[in-house]
């Protein structure tokens, strides 16, 4: 776990190996086996078997990530939710979209509360949230 002081400009979470490595790896695997489905000797099976496993393993590792940060999200959701009730008494407002409450993770508890009610009044965008938070509070256990 990185412990950088973390803010906006460095609240992204890459995982090289993930992000770039297997994206890499994935697209030459693909890349590979469309190249062999036309450059075959007598038979298309062994191309045509290579290429459906090519894309069953793009497919896994896009939902594998994909059902992890929406389980993710859920959670955020329910401890932004808490957090709001803890500090005013009343549940987060309705209004406010997934993608605002993510961005409002990163309020700290002074400001959450006010940011939360502008960020509805205003229809704040979440790049516009995290940009008007003064005292960051850090996420390290993003997925």
């Not at 979470?13 to 297997?22: D, G, I, N, S």
């Not at 401890?79 to 409002?104: M, Y």
Request: glycine share 2%; net charge positive.
């Amino acid at each position: 776990m990185n412990k950088r002081k973390q803010e906006y400009s460095n609240h992204r979470h890459l995982v090289p190996l993930y992000h770039f490595l297997t994206f890499a790896a994935m697209a030459a695997l693909l890349v590979g086996s469309v190249i062999y489905f036309f450059d075959r000797g007598n038979s298309y099976l062994p191309p045509f078997l290579f290429t459906l496993l090519i894309l069953t393993l793009i497919s896994v590792s896009f939902h594998c990530r994909s059902f992890a940060l929406k389980v993710q999200d859920r959670a955020i959701r329910a401890e932004e939710n808490l957090r709001h009730f803890i500090l005013t008494g009343k549940r987060l407002n309705q209004e406010l979209s997934l993608f605002q409450i993510i961005a409002l993770r990163f309020a700290s508890d002074e400001e959450f509360v006010s940011l939360a009610a502008r960020a509805v009044e205003e229809k704040l965008k979440p790049d516009e949230i995290k940009r008007l938070i003064k005292n960051w509070r850090a996420d390290y256990y993003r997925a």
